[in-house]
């Protein structure tokens, strides 16, 4: 893997301000990977950096992946320490509403489609052209269980995570050429805030999505994408399916364990 600040990797995660995303950013910190984090709420990435920074280099990008232009201005920004991007985690994504289809939002469904989607291709567009330049890099996408199983009312939350199941296997043909190591993480249940931004602020709701059984927790993703990108040069996991013990598939959950 070519290296960048002081011979180590640089990572670029979106969606670092909760979730997976910040569980990797500290994992990664820990492990000396310098940081760019990127995300929409500018006081928490302040935060985040101050707390990271004490264990490597930190640099934020405050914008929404949703927003094309500013995807790319704001990546063309990047001072030349970090411009030499080594891991992209394409993490950010969201779920909004649980709702049959003919009962579905238009906005929840643009929402969904341009953050799940659009937004992963406007980052990886912006930052694989350095990649494909030294001809070394690791991509991991975020997907989901969903993007292999559709189930009841997901309709087209997964219908985005089974694009973002494609573009990795799209992006991992196409950058093989290069010696880019492309793979996704899909995870089952994991209690961060996605309830809480599906339902729409239904904290009830949200809470009980995650009762009578122990959910997959951040850091337990986060592990496994640490894992991920410190295999060695000729080791690429390209597609890795992650669930809570009690989970069996998208509809199948045991809430006696």
Known sequence: MSTTINEKPTAFITGATSGIGLATA????????NLIICGRR???LDELKKELSRHTKVFILEFDVRDKNTVFEAIASLPEEFSNIDILINNAGNAHG??????GSLDDWEAMLD?????LLYVSK????GMIKKKSGHIINIGSIAGKEVYPMGNVYCASKYAVDAI?????????KYGI????INPGLVETEFSKVRFK?????ADATYKGYKPLQPEDVADVIHFMVTRPSHVNIADLLILPTAQASATIVNKEL
Do not use: C, H, W, Y
């Open 26 to 33: 500290k994992i990664f910190a820990a492990n000396k990977i």
């Open 42 to 44: 500018k006081k928490r």
């Open 98 to 103: 649980l709702d049959s289809i003919e009962e």
């Open 115 to 119: 953050i799940n989607v659009k937004g």
């Open 126 to 129: 912006a930052i694989m052209p």
């Open 168 to 176: 990795n296997q799209g992006m991992r043909i196409d950058l093989n």
């Open 181 to 184: 190591r492309v793979g996704a």
């Open 201 to 205: 602020g239904d904290d009830g709701r």
